[in-house]
């Protein structure tokens, strides 16, 4: 079974570009989850969304990222402009009913000049 | 205040030898689930296992044990017979209450890195 799938797995610009990440969920899980990590703070929950709904994006750092899921089976992080302090590991789960585990794509490394 | 904490920021283990990794958490929570991950240095997060705050029984999966004390609010994940590849970064995640939406966010520790020695 397919799992997350996470696109790019790697990208590198520059600061000021606009830089849009890629998730699609595993198929019938209908919650989703874009973390980011960075050796000083950890893994930071970014936003979720529960059947296409986003719940709670108070983990997003500021205007300049933005989440949608336009349907169950595809999602994107969008930071417009990037800077330098945007740079880190950006991960999306998902997860079926709320006792199972959220399972993890491959995660973008995302690097900002 | 911190709701996962994990103390030990490295760990070393000989192979074939059995370790613990500690996990202390804090909720006023009655229902609850307790979750560890494996990071190795290729980047993925892979889910080894979870207790229910309700389970009985600690929680196993093949060589993972989960040494759940309620009273103690401790779920230190076991690994027995560590092999070379069990080398990794090890996070302790905490499922939080109701958000009022039918999902539940988690709380992950700071983790803790295994050495297996050879």
């Known amino acids: 079974d397919a799992g997350v799938i996470q696109s790019p797995r790697h990208e590198v610009t520059e600061m000021g570009q606009e830089v849009t990440l890629r998730c699609k969920p595993i198929?019938?899980?209908?919650?989703l989850f874009w973390y980011r990590q960075t050796m000083m703070r950890g893994l930071e929950l970014l936003i979720y969304?529960?059947?296409?709904?986003?719940?709670?994006d108070s983990g997003m750092p500021e205007d300049r990222f933005s989440a949608k899921m336009p349907n169950a089976s595809f999602s994107t992080l969008k930071i417009q402009p990037s800077e330098p302090r945007d740079s880190a590991v950006y991960f999306c789960?998902?997860?079926?009913?709320?006792?199972?585990?959220?399972?993890f794509g491959d995660g973008t490394r995302l690097s900002i000049l | 205040a911190q709701k996962i904490t994990q103390t030990q920021p490295g760990m070393f283990v000989q192979e074939k030898e059995a370790v613990t990794l500690d996990c202390t958490y804090d909720t006023s929570d009655q229902s609850y689930g307790l979750f560890w991950y494996k990071q190795p240095s290729s980047g993925e997060m892979i889910f080894l296992i979870y207790?229910?705050?309700?389970?009985?029984q600690n929680a196993t999966e093949g060589r993972y044990s989960l040494n759940f004390q309620k009273a103690r609010k401790s779920a230190n994940l076991v690994i027995s017979a560590s092999q070379l590849g069990d080398s990794a970064m090890y996070f302790c995640?905490?499922?939080?209450?109701?958000?009022?939406?039918?999902?539940?966010?988690?709380?992950f520790g700071k983790g803790t890195k295994l050495s297996v020695i050879p």
């Open positions: 198929s019938g899980h209908n919650s």
């Open positions: 969304f529960n059947n296409n709904v986003p719940i709670d």
């Open positions: 789960a998902s997860r079926g009913d709320s006792n199972q585990p959220q399972h």
């Open positions: 207790q229910g705050s309700y389970d009985e």
């Open positions: 995640a905490m499922r939080d209450s109701y958000s009022g939406a039918g999902s539940y966010q988690l709380t």
